[in-house]
């Protein structure tokens, strides 16, 4: 394991996705020196950030902290999404960095260029000496999801980095994804069709290897996910909740390339993906329903075979009939129609972090 030099913080990766942009412009105000010491002075390396105890408690903007042992550099990921307050212009630009569109010279599209643009900038994707050594990649969601991060387990930084920041803000929950091997076979009712024309749900656009976001092009990769936040808008505990997360790893980092153990857990729990669950449909193919009342917001909640999953514009149920005792997520994510997701389901695993623990490098 190698030391982190060069982390870049990456928000607007999808443009209506407001809290990373903000963090951004933020961080990107204090290095230009455009916001008085007073209102966002850099934090004191020494000072621990306040904590934010979490939707209830009204919180303060923390400081953003400064990292000791490594450069971060702040950027907006798609500009012209961010000025348009959506999504993307002609596609995903996260699931734009699969080595096919990478390589492809002749694509077409504002993402399919970005994404190479920001390739050359910040990887190259596979490189042994790529210009940064990892992505903070920052997104929003509109599903009751809280604070998160994914990791890929592959990522023994990311594993180290996630456990840190569990144990320094407890209520967030960890993601993750798997590198090498396909995850599951789709049950009877997950999207078994072709990948939707804007790319798939987390999990279930997994090519094996060579996955399609942002944060895959650099050997190590944090993405950041919190919500519920409507596409497009601004909220403070969002925001808080982010730049909590971000000086979380930032500190993380500091500690990685310090050598220092952290006193962290021996394992770490993650709710890893499995597979996407499309609406219901109707026989020309058109969305046929809607997520069931009993299962809205209920991101990261045991689900079993027979709980209701869906309903039918007729008034029916539709029940869940795939593995027994998954955690959806994702639930009802506004972005997700376009990809064929309801939902997107996890198993809860527990992961080993103490055999990445600098000490035992
Ligand atoms: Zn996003």
Redesign the pocket.
């Known amino acids: 394991m190698s030391t982190i030099r060069n982390v870049a913080l990456c928000g607007g ?2 443009g209506n ?1 407001r809290s990373g942009v903000t963090v951004v412009q933020r961080r990107q105000a204090i290095e230009a020196r455009e916001i008085s010491p007073q209102s966002a002075q850099l934090a004191d390396a020494a000072g621990p950030a306040p904590l934010y105890a979490g939707p209830g408690d009204p919180g303060t903007l923390p400081p953003a902290r400064k990292p000791e042992t490594f450069a971060l550099t702040s950027l907006i990921s798609n500009p012209h999404a961010v000025a348009r307050n959506r ?1 993307y212009i002609d596609f995903d630009l ?1 699931r734009s960095f699969g080595n096919a569109t990478l390589h492809n010279p002749h694509s077409s599209g504002y993402e399919a260029q970005r994404a190479q643009v920001l390739n050359r900038m910040l990887g190259p994707k596979g490189s042994a000496e790529p210009a940064c050594d990892l992505i903070i990649d920052m ?3 509109t599903a009751r999801l809280g604070p998160t991060i994914i990791i890929r387990e592959s990522d023994l930084v990311a594993r180290y980095i996630a456990a840190a920041v569990v144990m320094e803000l407890p209520d967030v929950k960890i993601l993750s994804y798997l590198a090498e091997e396909r995850v599951e076979t789709a049950s009877a009712n997950a999207s078994a069709a072709e990948e939707p024309a804007a790319g798939g749900a987390p999990g279930a656009a997994d090519r094996p290897g060579d996955y399609p976001y942002l944060a895959e092009i650099t050997p190590h990769g944090i993405e950041i ?1 919190v919500g519920p936040v409507p596409q497009g808008v601004i909220r403070a505990e969002t925001v808080i909740w982010t730049e909590q997360i971000v000086n979380s790893c930032v500190a993380a980092i500091d500690a990685w390339n310090r050598g220092r153990t952290l006193d962290l857990p021996e394992s770490i729990e993650v709710y890893r993906f499995t597979e996407a669950v499309d609406y219901p449909r109707n026989n020309t193919g058109e969305i046929f329903g809607f997520v069931h009342p009993a299962r809205q917001d209920r991101d990261f909640t045991v689900l079993r075979r027979g709980d209701p999953l869906f309903l039918r514009f007729d008034g029916s149920t539709v029940p869940y009939d795939g593995a027994d005792e998954r955690y959806p997520v994702f639930i009802n994510e506004a ?1 997700y129609y376009e990809k064929r997701a309801g939902m997107t389901l996890c198993e809860k695993k527990m992961i080993p972090v103490a055999a990445v623990n600098p000490i035992s490098r």
Request: hydrophobic share 10%; charged share 30%.
């Open positions: 990766t999808h996705e999504r996260n997104h929003t969601t996910e972005a």
